[in-house]
């Protein structure tokens, strides 16, 4: 309940796609858009899936380019076509033929016609003369010619549906095979055909057997189905695919198999083949259509069906029985004829090979199919993937709402994938997708907006300490940072500058405050490019602390650093010309890495983010203890341990004022990729002395001191030392020594 609370308005919002998803797939607010992307999506999942395999059953004879030049242009005497269908049953032993073609007018080609005129207009001709022109109008008879080689040979012909706005019919309908219905099945309101376009009387009496070849175009004007069955005037028809189908099985009976009835009328589900006690269904869609099952690439070259050019068969050339046994079908892939289709394989695909298509997924039972409940399916998984996506994103960090939002949307399309490749079942995707992807969106950008405020408190309240980059990477999740205080281990830096007191003599009180400022914006700059946090400016003395507010794993390595660069910026602006006649400026700093309490502390009245703990105390002691030792940076072990990309100097073991316990300090000499040969010799020679030290050695001490004074850096650290052992070795041996030097003000 609480995180309800918390998150209800961001919930609200994610679930506004899932709205107007809903509606769509409810067809209440139906977006074009949205079945657009459906159908990229189909075809992506086709081309994705696709056989690219040869079906050896089927051929196509192509009235091509080259058959228009050699025969002549199209449309042929019907005599032609006689010669054709006789070639390819007597010689080329087809099973089947089918004509993606129409013969709606008679062929007055031969001159028919004209002889008629002529024995009628004629009245001196004499009876014999009659008879014999008779004879010839029976043999230039051409429609008569092809009806007869028509007769008694397995011929699907060809014809059309149309839905206009005039009523408009021609030639003959074949019979249909499902007969007049009560309820008018929905599929005829939704595919509402009103006229046609069919063969002449004497074709359709010799080959009685017909399918339409019409398809369906979507919106975007790609052929992705074609309907199975046609209903007109309440009769349902065949399509030329299922026609030849149904040839090839010795034409069964059809029946429909309906859903239960809607205010829409009875829906078709499936046809249904009877012949016997068997029985084959064939799923069909809302428009009683079945998606074509593309097995790939269209054309001569598409390597699907076999193509012959139907000049080959007229001239002979093709050899006798080439197609023995095929299903052949007659189109043309031509241009000039204008059967040519934009389909997911191609944007330009033979209608004859639409149709090949379809006949090969019927021979090998293989569907694809939007099933009725698609819309049950779309809208279950829109309000699943919205509650789970509203229900869980207002708890996530930007990129863990992208994997999860990625994670149901992979898993909404790979379930929708397998229904696909297991069942041949199209269900929608394109909603779900649109759902994920808008909610993912909106939950960011609401939350985005809204922390906005909260991001601006938090500049705020952290602009003055850390530098700008901190803060935009702090802006990134604001939630993680408050000023409420809490223990983590840091780095702290005190850093002093040396010498003031003598520039205040030589210069008036702005020159000095200009310089002193110049110093605090160059050591400032340092700071904060290493990611450090400025804590204070305490007279000429500057505090910092690395790894707050945002966690900085490597803090002391960086602070090392920042206090190298310091020290070179001293030294470079002591150079400088106009300082350089003046007394110098020295600086010492002290680093100390341990668990410290941060956050906001102070008064009503004043209030500082800053540090407070031993290992803060700690660190400005070792800052006085720079001076003493003679090096400009001094720092804990646990400071030398977190930072091995440098080389350090063991300095002593001390024990300051207000700690305890004993702490070896150490000194930065430079990275380790910088750090010279002399150096590392130098460093060496004076770890054998510390060790001689702490042993009382003071003869090896005496051995080993020389070479250091007289070649070593850091000569103040071994003039201290040389002062030491001359007074130590005046005192007797001492066992109890344990080689730590106190310092009681420090």
Request: with cysteine.
């Amino acid at each position: 309940m609480r995180y309800m609370n918390r998150h209800w308005p961001r919930m609200l919002v994610t679930l506004v796609p899932v709205v107007f998803a809903l509606m769509h797939a409810l067809g209440t607010l139906p977006m074009g858009l949205m079945h657009r992307l459906d159908g990229i999506f189909y075809d992506a999942r086709l081309r994705a899936t696709q056989e690219q395999s040869h079906d050896d059953r089927i051929a196509i004879v192509d009235i091509d380019e080259k058959s228009l030049a050699e025969i002549g242009r199209w449309p042929w005497s019907r005599n032609k076509l006689a010669t054709l269908t006789d070639v390819l049953f007597d010689q080329q032993k087809i099973a089947i033929l089918g004509f993606d073609v129409v013969f709606a007018e008679p062929d007055d080609s031969s001159g028919a016609v004209h002889l008629t005129d002529l024995v009628q207009q004629r009245a001196d001709l004499n009876a014999a003369m009659v008879t014999q022109l008779a004879e010839i109008r029976k043999e230039l008879d051409y429609d008569a010619m092809f009806a007869r080689t028509l007769q008694h040979r397995p011929v699907v012909l060809g014809y059309y549906f149309t839905s206009e706005a005039t009523r408009r019919t021609s030639g003959v309908l074949p019979s249909p095979v499902i007969a007049q219905s009560s309820p008018v099945p929905a599929q005829a309101t939704r595919a509402p055909w009103n006229g046609y376009g069919s063969n002449i009387p004497s074709l359709a009496q010799a080959a009685p057997l017909a399918g339409f070849f019409n398809s369906f175009t979507d919106p975007d004007g790609i052929v992705r189905s074609l309907p199975l069955i046609a209903f007109f005037d309440g009769k349902g028809y065949e399509s030329l695919s299922l026609a030849i189908f149904r040839q090839l099985i010795k034409t069964p009976q059809v029946t429909g198999g309906f859903a239960p009835e809607t205010p829409a009328g009875a829906v078709l589900q499936s046809v249904i083949l009877h012949r016997g006690t068997q029985q084959f269904t064939i799923p069909v869609d809302d428009r009683a259509g079945l998606l074509v099952p593309y097995r790939g690439h269209g054309g001569v070259t598409g390597g699907s069906f076999t193509y012959v050019s139907a000049s080959d068969v007229l001239s002979g050339r093709l050899p006798a029985n080439s197609l023995k046994g095929k299903i052949v079908l007659v189109g043309s892939t031509a241009p000039g004829i204008v059967d040519l289709r934009a389909t997911p394989m191609d944007a330009v695909y033979p209608g004859i090979e639409v149709h090949a298509n379809v006949l090969s997924g019927l021979l090998d039972r293989r569907f694809l199919v939007k099933p009725d409940y698609a819309i049950g399916y779309e809208v279950v998984a829109l309000l699943l993937a919205g509650v789970v996506l509203a229900a869980v994103l207002p708890a996530l960090s930007a990129l863990q709402a992208c994997f999860m939002a990625l994670l149901v949307g992979g898993g909404l399309i790979g379930l929708n994938l397998w229904l696909y490749l297991a069942d041949g079942l199209v269900l929608p995707m394109a909603s779900q997708v649109f759902v994920v992807a808008a909610s993912f969106v909106l939950n960011m950008s609401y939350g985005y907006f809204i922390e906005s405020r909260s991001k601006r408190e938090l500049v705020q309240l952290f602009g003055t300490y850390v530098p700008p980059e901190l803060v935009q990477e702090m802006m990134q999740d604001p939630g993680r940072y408050s000023m409420q205080a809490r223990n983590e281990e840091l780095t702290v830096m005190f850093c002093d500058m040396r010498g003031f007191t003598q520039l205040s003599e030589h210069m008036e009180p702005v020159a000095l405050q200009q310089l002193l400022n110049r110093l605090f914006n160059e050591l400032t700059t340092l700071i904060r490019a290493s990611r450090g946090t400025v804590d204070k400016y305490m007279g000429d003395c500057v505090m910092a602390f690395w790894g707050a507010p945002v966690t900085t794993p490597n803090h002391a390595s960086l602070a090392v650093g920042a206090a190298l660069a310091m020290k070179q910026a001293i030294e470079r602006i002591n150079k400088e010309p106009g300082y350089s006649q003046m007394p110098t400026i020295g600086m010492g700093i002290g680093l100390s890495t341990g668990p410290m309490c941060v956050g906001d502390m102070g008064s009503e009245i004043r209030r500082s983010y800053t540090v407070i703990g031993n290992a803060v105390n700690v660190g400005s002691r070792l800052e006085g203890l720079s001076k003493i030792y003679g090096v400009p940076v001094v720092a804990t072990e646990t400071t030398r341990r977190q930072s091995p990309d440098f080389v350090w100097q063991e300095l002593d073991r001390v024990r300051v004022k207000g700690v305890s316990q004993p702490i070896t300090i150490f000194s930065p000499v430079a990275l380790v990729c910088d750090v010279l040969p002399v150096q590392v010799n130098e460093l060496d020679l004076w770890q054998d002395l510390l060790a001689h030290y702490r042993a009382q050695s003071w003869s090896q001490c005496d051995m080993l001191m020389p070479p250091l004074l007289e070649t070593g850096q850091a000569k103040p650290l071994y003039a201290l030392y040389a002062q030491r052992i001359a007074q130590m070795r005046r005192q007797p041996y001492d066992p109890d020594w344990d080689g730590v030097t106190n310092f009681e003000t420090k």
